[in-house]
T-cell receptor
């Protein structure tokens, strides 16, 4: 069964450093998403991406964040200058383009980001 | 977005049927009801979705009354591996729409 993969599984970084989280969405999916979940809290939407551009983003997704699809398979989330409060589990998800129907999103296993 | 309310936690025993109810009083005409499951340290996983009446798949059933102001996820004969957090989401299901997760219901299945 096709699945979303994410690397690394755990990233430890120093405050102020840049990190890039990588995702490989399911191959025939065209919508990509990033969510995050701070330990013990809700899953929060960050951004959605379609046709090589951001289609929607939340208030969390400020200028420190960026997303990119550098090639035909990877989808990345970059945090330019990490803060302590960026420590969280980051989930990538993807979905098919199906209108007015089940928009099931397939989530990856997550990358645990720890900012020291 | 319709606000959802569901119990914070539930306990059950192996082999029992578990029903988790979600309230969504201000659901809009175009909104669907979707349930996701999340195991510890994993991403959420789609379980079931419905618009009205009853939907059943190999994992669960979803009961939605005529007024659609609530819904009930039913898990038949749970096992220990069903211990997880279950999220009720209400919204437009068009592709690309963000998912808005609430706090979910933490289900603990005991032996």
């Amino acid at each position: 069964e096709p699945e979303v993969t994410q690397t690394p599984s755990h990233q430890v970084t120093q405050m102020g450093q840049e990190v890039i989280l990588r995702c490989v969405p399911i191959s025939n999916h065209l919508y990509f998403y990033w969510y995050r979940q701070i330990l013990g809290q809700k899953v929060e939407f960050l951004v959605s991406f379609y046709n090589n551009e951001i289609s929607e983003k939340s208030e969390i997704f400020d200028d420190q964040f960026s997303v990119e699809r550098p090639d035909g398979s990877n989808f990345t989330l970059k945090i330019r200058s990490t803060k302590l409060e960026d420590s969280a589990m980051y989930f990538c998800a993807s979905s098919e383009v199906v209108w007015e129907s089940n928009n099931e999103q397939f989530f990856g296993p997550g990358t645990r980001l720890t900012v020291l | 977005l319709a606000k959802t309310t569901q119990p914070i936690s539930m306990d059950s025993y192996e082999g029992q049927e578990v029903n988790i109810t979600c309230s969504h009083n201000n659901i809009a005409t175009n909104d669907y009801i979707t349930w996701y499951q999340q195991f510890p340290s994993q991403g959420p996983r789609f379980i079931i979705q419905g618009y009205k009446t009853k939907v059943t798949n190999e994992v669960a059933s979803l009961f939605i009354p005529a007024d659609r102001k609530s819904s009930t996820l039913s898990l038949p004969r749970v096992s220990l591996s069903d211990t997880a957090v279950y999220y009720c989401l209400v919204g437009d299901v068009n592709a690309g729409n963000m998912l808005t997760f609430g706090g979910g219901t933490r289900l603990m299945v005991k032996p």
